[in-house]
């Protein structure tokens, strides 16, 4: 059963079949709860995760406590995975902030496929720089955007990109997790999500937003980017 | 001569004679004034660049002209491979801003070596997520530093880690591109600036800057970062 989810993901397409057994072979799937620490950043990186549903926080924190939110990752995510190239320690920590199916997988196949097949290796490479450019616009719209535009962009990156009309959105976390997710102060999220209404016309009511039409806030917020809506490079799982 | 140059790079510590010949046969050294534009954002990528001496800036521009800076590199960099991921067109454009020496490399083999060669594959990959880390520390200061912070945090940066006593330090280039790259106004750099002078006894002088001890310097800033100073994960080079 794991094994077919396994030789789904997109990342793995290139893989032989000794890796998959491989993998499979040490697989686990677990549900969580909310709150749920998986790792500790400096802790061993034996294995991996792959998020089958739910929502999972990556942060890191200073000597006083202060959090600072790495990414937060949903469905068709991989995390972890990076400790093979720190020294087999991972570089952050990882918290289940919705419930979630998890499957924790050993690394050391991965690392060694990545050592035996290139085209595997390719494809590792090409997830990288399409995360690395992800990270670039997060920090682009940290300089160019005010908070309210960085919440329209957070919003539309929610949308399916071909909704046209009235469209609802839900919220997948606490907004407060969300205002952590921009680094933003509780308050300057607040007052940022009032003035996004007064400018666009979305409406907020509790976790839901609704929009008659979502071109007023890709104008609004798609205007501080470099990038073009639709967003070529979104990427909502391990590709 | 080029050649000699090339085996010496770090992150082609792997690579084989083929390699080599293959990338000097179409590699160029040029000397640059600053204002330069290499290549632009959506040029198509046949080659990839390696810094010799110098300081280049990469960039990206909203519609209406507003520049984002997404990194200054200096001597030992590599950038433009990542167009190899990105059907083949560069995904920022990039601009001399000090005079620099820099060497153009034929994307083309670069290619095939990480498509034949795995351990290099995996230098990439390194390479890569070691980058990761550091746009990972940059999105992390821009939630929980102030601005004094992050210029503390840039000084640190140009500092040799080991240094004891009076230091100074010569801002590589100008204070307003320095602003860019932190992502600040001018104004909040300048206000930014004159506060860390206060808080720490840093004394600037045009683009020098003299302190008696560094450590004042790295309780003030280091202590809004969840990474240690001196930072394990500074590279000034492609290694």
Redesign the interface.
């Known amino acids: 059963m794991l094994k077919n989810t396994l030789c789904n993901i997109g990342l793995f397409k290139d893989c032989g079949d000794s890796f998959f057994t491989n993998l499979a072979a040490g697989a686990k799937s677990h549900k969580y709860n909310k709150g749920k620490i998986l790792f500790l ?1 400096g802790d061993k990186g034996d294995n991996f995760f792959y998020v089958q549903s739910g929502w999972v926080k990556l942060f ?5 406590g ?1 959090q ?3 990414d937060i990752f949903t469905t068709g995510h991989i995390f972890g995975d ?1 400790a ?3 020294d087999g320690i991972y ?2 920590s990882a918290e289940i902030v919705e419930s979630s199916e998890i499957i924790t997988l050993p690394i050391a196949p991965l690392k060694e496929e ?6 595997f ?2 494809s ?3 997830s ?6 992800q ?2 616009r ?3 719209h ?3 955007q005010n908070a309210s535009q960085r919440i329209g962009c957070f919003l539309l990156r929610l949308l399916q990109q071909n909704e046209d009309g009235q469209v609802q959105i839900h919220l997948p976390y606490d907004k407060m997790l969300v205002a ?1 997710r921009l ?2 102060q509780p308050e300057t999220f607040s007052r940022a999500l009032k003035k996004l209404q007064n400018e666009t016309g979305i409406r907020v009511k509790g976790s839901t937003i609704t929009m008659d039409d979502c071109n007023q806030l890709v104008r609004y917020s798609c ?4 990038s073009e809506f639709p967003c070529k490079d979104i990427s909502s799982a391990a590709e």
């Open positions: 950043h890191r924190e200073t000597l006083d202060t600072a939110v790495v990076t093979i190239f720190e570089p952050y990545i050592a035996n097949n290139s085209k290796a390719f590792m490479l090409g990288m720089a399409k995360y690395r450019r990270q670039d997060e920090i682009e940290r300089s160019i952590s680094g933003m205007a501080a980017c470099t």
